[in-house]
């Protein structure tokens, strides 16, 4: 049996002037004339064979018919509104894949994630440390933040931010054995996150390629390298994104204020048909908002850091002083990772 229901622009005058007790009202809402509204309201009574308004002075009143009619037609217009909310906006829910180089996971993504956590509760994230380009093209991860040139083909990506390379060694282990040149340096262990290329460019930068570390310990990323300093163990280099904090905190220093650009940076990246997803929309706006706000407290942050000595043999001025997320063209080849 077909349900005989009124037509749907009378219900909508109806509603209207219900809630706003005043047809002048009504019709403003909906954009139509005082005498448009009014008329849709006598169609309605004529159709449902009953009277829905008295006259109140200037206020409109529900007769007893109006009153039943009232809540049913609110409910079913709040119920198409919420629906076609929920058409159109961004989903905010679901599950979300995400590998990151392991050193920005470890001391710039898992500090911050929780603003992302609080505003998006009804995501559940995955994240995984990779440094892997093959990652991308993973059936199981959605979004992937590489450490590399950027020449990824068949898939989106975008420049996240470039950085700065620099020496960053513990209070303690510089407090018992100083560094206060460059050559000083060959009294402690030199630690690598790479093959030696890193070390390489930025012993070049400060005319010191013959220098001779008393030892050399090689690990498998950035993020040990890192880890070993802040323990103690030697000299690393750390960088303008991943170093930032430690250095805020005290927990590492920078014994010169000669920082060389990095040829290679931080995108984010993920398959062409991920891209338009809302949820991934969501955390890739996140990332580049997070990263704009790190910019924006960096000069306090470096205004407030300690005095970072010269390299021995420059000019305190020729040098720059390591700053968080610089935006810089690259310019020395590097496989941070």
């Excluded at 809630?19 to 002048?24: I, Q």
């Excluded at 392991?102 to 995984?128: E, K, M, V």
């Excluded at 690990?219 to 300093?229: H, M, P, T, V």
Aim: net charge positive; with cysteine.
């Amino acid at each position: 049996m077909t349900r005989r229901l009124p037509p749907l622009n009378p219900l909508r005058a109806f509603e209207a002037a219900a809630r706003h007790g005043s047809l002048t009202k009504a019709a403003g809402e909906l954009h139509v004339t005082h005498g448009a509204v009014s008329h849709q309201i006598r169609a309605l009574e004529v159709s449902l064979d009953v009277k829905l308004f008295e006259r109140a002075g200037q206020r409109l009143k529900l007769t007893a018919h109006g009153a039943e009619l009232l809540p049913a037609v609110s409910s079913a217009f709040e119920e198409i509104a919420a629906a076609t909310a929920r058409m159109t906006r961004p989903t905010t829910a679901g599950t979300l894949s995400l590998t990151c180089v392991p050193a920005l996971l470890s001391f710039w993504l898992i500090p911050r994630i929780g603003s992302f956590i609080a505003r998006y509760p009804d995501i559940r994230l995955t994240l995984d440390a990779s440094n892997d380009p093959a990652n991308i093209f993973s059936p199981d991860v959605d979004v992937a933040i590489v450490y590399g040139n950027g020449s990824w083909t068949d898939c989106w990506v975008k420049l996240w931010t470039s950085l700065d390379l620099f020496p960053v060694v513990s209070p303690t282990l510089i407090n018992n054995r100083p560094i206060r040149t460059i050559r000083d340096m060959s009294n402690h262990v030199m630690l690598h996150a790479d093959d030696g290329r890193e070390w390489h460019t930025w012993l070049a930068a400060a005319d010191a390629l013959d220098l001779k570390p008393s030892q050399q310990l090689f690990l498998s990323d950035a993020r040990l390298g890192i880890e070993a300093a802040v323990h103690g163990h030697g000299v690393a280099l750390g960088d303008t994104m991943t170093a930032a904090n430690l250095l805020a905190k005290g927990q590492l220093v920078a014994p010169f204020n000669l920082a060389v650009p990095a040829v290679d940076a931080f995108y984010v990246a993920c398959r062409k048909d991920l891209r338009a997803a809302p949820i991934v929309n969501v955390f890739i706006d996140w990332l580049f908002d997070a990263l704009q706000e790190d910019n924006a407290r960096a000069e306090p942050q470096a205004s407030a850091r300690r005095t970072i000595r010269p390299v021995a043999g420059k000019p305190a001025g020729s040098a720059r002083i390591p700053q968080p997320a610089p935006q810089r063209p690259a310019k020395l080849k590097s496989v941070r990772k």
